[in-house]
Every structure is written in structure tokens, then in C-alpha cells.
């Protein structure tokens, strides 16, 4: 199954996580970020060759509760979660191969 990159929200989020199964990773952002706006483009290329992960992007400014939640401080921040449970966390603009070795590993 391919693997998409989407919008998201804290419910949909919590929803994925406690069923924990499988990996998610998140990508907290800012509309007004260009390292933000990069980063999906990366996000979009490393889609096309990951498989079995849930890809979401969370607008930092829109959920706050969630921010707060997962101590997320500024963006882009990358959180990698697998069964539910906070893997690996990077700060700032990454390149495909270091996310793909990341959710492969």
C-alpha cells in the first residue's frame, strides 16, 4: 500500500497511537516556515519509497494541546513513534536518506 503524507489533527493522531500498531510519524509545522514548507517536499519524496508507516503533518499553531503534550518547542520537529510509544524526535530540516534510515530502523 502506498504510503501518503496528510494533514492531520490531535484526534487522529491519539487515535493511531493508542492502537499501537505499527509506526507514525509526525511532522509538527508552520504555514509561515520555509525550512517547514521544505521539509515536506521531503516528506513527500521519502513516502514514495517507505512502506507500512502513517505519515501526518500537524499545523503547530492549530494544535496547541498536542504541542504542549509532546513538548514540542519549535518547527519543523519530526517525532517517529512506534506501538505507540516516542522512538526517535529531530529538530529542524532533514534530508530523505537520514528519515528513511530513521523509519527503517
Known sequence: MAVTVRESDGTELEELLNKKTG???????SSTCGPCKMLGYVLNDVAKDVHDIEILKL???LNQEVVKKYGVEGYPTLILFNQGQETQRLKGLQQKPLLINMINS
Open 59 to 61: 499545523d503547530f499553531d
Open 23 to 29: 509506526k507514525v510519524l509526525v511532522d509538527f509545522y
